[in-house]
């Protein structure tokens, strides 16, 4: 049976040195139709590395990706955490490390667990625990800037998706979820036999009365049946205390979130 996650982890700790990265090239923002993608490359041209950024506007966890032409990870999968400097803020986040063949790359990738984007532009590194043998620091510089270019990224997004960001700025309180949860027994049968696993990002409204409405797919976990049931898991169970305005109306609001599918 396999194991569904809303992102939900126990990092584990390390204490050997990092492998510190620096940056060889500018950040460039991907203003994308479903999600912002901040780039920047690492290294050096003999070995090379990129380091993807990957916020959703309403979510709290962020995607975060290495790409190295060698693998650089002892661990397929597991959970982890990463750290930011010179804070020393720790965050849960679940690793999964897989070889894309089209790319001829190695993927890293690091779901992380209620980092804010306020914290990330404050920090100067940011350190990945995968385990004791691979530890990764990677240098941040002009996080204020590359914050500025994200914030205006992400109103595009939500102008796309028929929202108003000015008037999501004026929510006095954020939507509260109270009900909601998602396990391993909902794992689809018919993707755990055809071995299917992976993340799908998804948004919805929360209307005034705290309903779930309108779930979307923003980025596919790589199988349609994961992706459906993950919606309709949403629709069915998820429950909210609604957004409330200055004046403490119940207002609409925005969602997005990620649930993360994988096999034993």
Same mark, same amino acid.
């Given at each position: 049976?396999?194991?569904?996650?809303?992102?939900?982890?126990? &990092?584990?700790?390390?204490?050997?040195?990092? &492998?510190?990265?620096?940056?060889?090239?500018?950040?460039?923002?991907?203003?994308?139709?479903?999600?912002?993608?901040?780039?920047?490359?690492?290294?050096?041209?003999?070995?090379?590395?990129?380091?993807?950024? =990957?916020?959703?506007?309403?979510?709290?966890?962020?995607?975060?990706?290495?790409? &190295?032409?060698?693998?650089?990870?002892?661990?397929?999968?597991?959970?982890?955490?990463?750290?930011?400097?010179?804070?020393?803020?720790?965050?849960?986040?679940?690793?999964?490390?897989?070889?894309?063949? =089209?790319?001829?790359?190695?993927?890293?990738?690091?779901?992380?667990?209620?980092?804010?984007?306020?914290?990330?532009?404050?920090?100067?590194?940011?350190?990945?625990?995968?385990?004791? *043998? $691979?530890?990764?620091?990677?240098?941040?510089?002009?996080?204020?800037?590359?914050?500025?270019?994200?914030?205006?990224?992400?109103?595009?997004?939500?102008?796309?998706?028929?929202?108003?960001?000015?008037?999501?700025?004026?929510?006095?309180?954020?939507?509260?979820?109270?009900?909601?949860?998602?396990?391993?027994?909902?794992?689809? =049968?018919?993707?755990?036999?055809?071995?299917?696993?992976?993340?799908?990002?998804?948004?919805?409204?929360?209307?005034? =009365?705290?309903?779930?409405?309108?779930?979307?797919?923003? $980025?596919?976990?790589?199988?349609?049946?994961?992706? $459906?049931?993950?919606? *309709?898991?949403?629709?069915?169970?998820?429950?909210?205390?609604?957004?409330?305005?200055?004046?403490?109306?119940?207002?609409?609001?925005?969602?997005?979130?990620?649930?993360?599918?994988?096999?034993?």
């Amino acid at each position: 049976m396999g194991i569904a996650t809303l992102l939900a982890f126990t &990092a584990a700790a390390s204490a050997q040195p990092a &492998a510190t990265y620096t940056p060889s090239g500018k950040w460039t923002v991907e203003f994308a139709d479903s999600m912002c993608v901040a780039i920047r490359e690492y290294g050096t041209p003999e070995a090379p590395l990129t380091l993807l950024l =990957k916020p959703l506007p309403g979510d709290s966890n962020i995607e975060l990706m290495i790409g &190295a032409s060698r693998n650089l990870a002892r661990k397929t999968k597991g959970e982890t955490k990463v750290t930011l400097d010179p804070s020393g803020q720790n965050f849960a986040a679940y690793y999964y490390d897989a070889y894309a063949f =089209k790319l001829r790359r190695h993927i890293s990738r690091y779901y992380v667990q209620d980092i804010p984007l306020e914290a990330l532009g404050k920090a100067t590194a940011i350190n990945f625990d995968t385990d004791q *043998a $691979s530890r990764r620091e990677f240098a941040l510089t002009d996080m204020a800037q590359l914050r500025k270019v994200l914030d205006r990224c992400q109103d595009d997004l939500l102008r796309s998706w028929g929202a108003d960001p000015a008037a999501l700025a004026m929510i006095a309180t954020r939507a509260k979820m109270v009900a909601g949860y998602v396990s391993d027994l909902d794992y689809p =049968k018919g993707a755990a036999n055809r071995g299917e696993q992976g993340t799908v990002a998804l948004r919805w409204v929360v209307d005034p =009365k705290g309903q779930p409405v309108g779930c979307t797919i923003v $980025s596919s976990s790589g199988s349609l049946e994961l992706d $459906s049931v993950s919606c *309709a898991l949403v629709s069915a169970r998820f429950r909210y205390e609604p957004a409330l305005d200055t004046s403490g109306k119940p207002v609409a609001s925005w969602v997005s979130q990620r649930i993360t599918w994988r096999l034993p």
